[in-house]
């Protein structure tokens, strides 16, 4: 659920917004495993909201993030059960039986947030360094030198960086 939850996070950046209808979306949840997804304009607006709820564990100091991860789970985890629904092979939910897509989304992704965090800190949770990207990710390795979410971003700051240093060389 960790991968979801920032996938879910990066479909809106400074590039053009990916989930556009709810054809879009149902995309993303076919794409993330889901057997079967029939959503509709409620879903995707619902789904885009948590969405935003999500992206500001990405950007919080460690207790404000831990409040936002506590309150989606609040509003939508309940125990975990063990469902085989529509054919798929056994797997957990952390979801009521029934939920919509967007309480199906926070529940999990707040779940798998918040181990991950409780496991690697809430400093294992970035977003991108570059000035002209939003995107998330996340980074496990035990000595997090990773600043950027892709080395594209990291060689474009890097190229940027230099120019900027050439030009007030030339300048002067």
Not at 8 to 34: D, I, M, Y
Not at 90 to 114: D, I, Q, S
Request: aromatic share 6%; hydrophobic share 40%.
């Amino acid at each position: 659920m960790i991968r979801i939850a920032v996938d879910l996070v990066n479909t809106k950046t400074l590039e053009p917004e990916k989930l556009t209808s709810p054809e879009a979306l149902q995309r993303f949840l076919l794409e993330h495993g889901e057997p079967t997804a029939t959503v509709d304009e409620a879903d995707l607006a619902a789904v885009k909201a948590v969405r935003e709820r999500l992206r500001a564990v990405f950007r919080a100091e460690p207790r404000e993030a831990a409040g936002v991860l506590n309150d989606l789970l609040a509003d939508y985890a309940v125990r975990p059960y063990l469902s085989d629904h529509d054919g798929a092979p056994w797997h957990l939910h952390v979801a009521k039986p029934g939920a919509t897509w967007a309480e199906w989304l926070a529940a999990g992704a707040a779940l798998g947030l918040a181990g991950f965090a409780a496991g690697h800190g809430f400093e294992a949770l970035h977003h991108c360094a570059a000035t002209d990207c939003e995107r998330v990710f996340v980074n496990s390795a035990e000595r997090r030198p990773r600043k950027f979410c892709t080395p594209t971003c990291a060689g474009r700051t890097r190229v940027a960086s230099y120019r900027a240093r050439q030009s007030l060389r030339n300048e002067n």
